[in-house]
């Protein structure tokens, strides 16, 4: 392997793990083979005197996230705590504000099977009743009154029914559609996270 | 393809609207033998 060679397989290991002086370790080793060449080495002995370009990056690795870690995590928690308290009338507003719009989305959407259910409880147990009870209204006040509320009973009935229908397949409908909604919400807020961390 | 419930509520609406007819009818087409003759006072039944 010749310098240059083993330089750029330096550079490339070194940018593969992120390390964060890449700059100063090429730096080093490039002296360092200059300096063995000047005192008479060749390339080749120098390079097979050397750790491989995977070895020295393993090596660096470690520490460097070590450190990293160390060093950055107690400074990022103190700086997020600063802004998060800091714009807390900001960010809180415009969360509760999220959250309200969220809740009144759902509330919205579930209005419709709410209604309807509303509407095929009142047709159809209204509707029954007043079926029942036309019999006894025929014998009180004429079969004429009892025949219109028959009627009606049974108008009621068939809209409470056609209602029970709509409310089901929306309500089917639309459970896979909220379902679909949160993941996608959910999904959302965690990439966010994510970016954050 | 019409599903049976739905089959079952247009007859029934069908069939109220042709009593209502029918009741309709025989009052003479006139909407005042349907119209409340009763005495019925309504804060003796919502007398909270």
Same mark, same amino acid.
């Given at each position: ?197 | ?7 079952? =509520? ?5 069939? #109220? ?6 009741? +309709? ?5 006139? =909407? ?5 003759? #009763? ?6 039944? +919502?007398?909270?």
């Amino acid at each position: 392997m010749t310098k240059n060679q083993f330089i750029k397989q330096l550079a490339a290991e070194l940018t593969r793990y992120g390390i964060s002086d890449a700059a100063n370790t090429i730096d080093y080793y490039d002296e360092l083979i200059d300096d063995r060449l000047e005192a008479g080495e060749t390339e080749a002995e120098i390079i097979a005197s050397l750790a491989t370009p995977a070895q020295i990056v393993a090596q660096l690795a470690i520490p460097d996230k070590q450190v990293r870690q160390k060093k950055m995590a107690p400074m990022l928690i103190i700086l997020i705590s600063f802004l998060l308290v800091l714009g807390a009338p900001l960010w809180g507003t415009l969360l509760l504000t999220a959250i309200i719009i969220v809740v009144l989305g759902y509330f919205l959407i579930w209005l419709g099977p709410f209604l309807g259910t509303i509407f095929a409880a009142a047709g159809i147990l209204g509707g029954s009743v007043s079926l029942i009870l036309s019999f006894f209204v025929g014998l009180q006040e004429g079969w004429m009154i009892a025949i219109m509320q028959l009627g009606i009973s049974f108008v009621m009935v068939g809209v409470g029914l056609i209602c029970a229908g709509a409310t089901w397949y929306m309500t089917k409908y639309l459970i896979r559609f909220s379902v679909g909604i949160t993941r996608w919400l959910v999904g959302m807020f965690r990439s966010r996270l994510k970016v954050v961390a | 393809m019409l599903k049976n419930w739905l089959k079952i =509520s247009l007859c029934m609406i069908l069939v #109220g609207i042709i009593l209502m007819t029918v009741s +309709f009818g025989m009052a003479g087409f006139k =909407s005042q033998p349907f119209q409340y003759r #009763g005495t019925h006072e309504w804060s003796r039944t +919502f007398n909270f």
